[in-house]
């Protein structure tokens, strides 16, 4: 079935500093990968849509400036959390669907990344 | 724009007895409506799905509906085991928009031995 793995599955860094997470569709190509952020007991919320070879499209109330989305392949999205401070600590966690897939069809998410800024 | 609605946020059952959740969404374009299970620390993994041209979906002991009219989609699981203790998340797309999808609040749900 379709795989979607994500690294590192958790991450500690310093506040101020950058954290980089990755997004990899491991059995199929996917222009459009989604990123998503989920607090404690909390519902997944939509951050950014991410496009291969295109700008990505985000959410409103997130700062395009401080989540940087890179689509360079059909294969591999990332997310870099800039600048990182303790209210970014949060469970990051992307999803994507093969391109010969309907839009209508199942969307098949990563194991999440944990980030803790202290 | 969507925005789904879950209910109950926290569910509690005896082992073998069924569990109930249902779900919400306001935009009638919304045709498809996928299920997740997510286990703690872990990303949400599909259980079922349905599409809006279908008003029943059944897998094993797992059953959702869709009422289209009404604009909400329930999930049953029957015969509840122990290890179906999880969160629960019912979601909704459109195919204008990508197919990016919009999650309900989720649904804690224990199953007690």
């Known amino acids: 079935g379709a795989v979607v793995s994500q690294h590192p599955s958790r991450v500690i860094c310093k506040s101020g500093t950058s954290v980089k997470i990755e997004c990899r569709s491991l059995?199929?190509?996917?222009?459009?990968m989604f990123w998503y952020r989920q607090f404690p007991k909390q519902s997944l919320m939509l951050m950014a849509t991410?496009?291969?070879?295109?700008?990505?499209?985000?959410e409103q109330g997130v700062e395009k400036d401080k989540f940087l989305i890179n689509h360079a392949s059909l294969t591999l999205s990332t997310l870099t959390v800039t600048s990182a401070h303790p209210e970014d600590s949060s469970f990051y966690i992307c999803?994507?669907?093969?391109?010969?897939?309907?839009?209508?069809?199942?969307?098949?998410f990563g194991n999440g990344t944990r980030l803790t800024v202290t | 724009g969507e925005n789904v609605e879950q209910h109950p946020s926290t569910l509690s059952v005896q082992e073998g007895d069924s569990a109930v959740i249902k779900c919400t969404y306001s935009d009638s374009a919304s045709n498809y409506f996928p299920w997740y299970k997510q286990e703690l620390g872990k990303g949400p993994q599909l259980i079922i799905d349905i599409r809006s041209n279908v008003g029943e979906k059944k897998d094993q002991r797992i059953a959702v509906t869709l009422n289209k009219t009404a604009k909400h989609f329930s999930l049953h699981i029957t015969e509840t085991q122990p290890e179906d203790s999880a969160v629960y998340f019912c979601a909704a797309s459109k195919n204008n928009q990508g197919g990016k999808l919009i999650f309900g609040q989720g649904t804690e749900l224990s199953v007690k031995p």
């Open positions: 059995d199929f190509q996917a222009t459009t």
């Open positions: 999803s994507a669907r093969a391109d010969r897939a309907l839009n209508n069809s199942p969307l098949h």
């Open positions: 991410s496009n291969e070879g295109s700008k990505a499209t985000y």
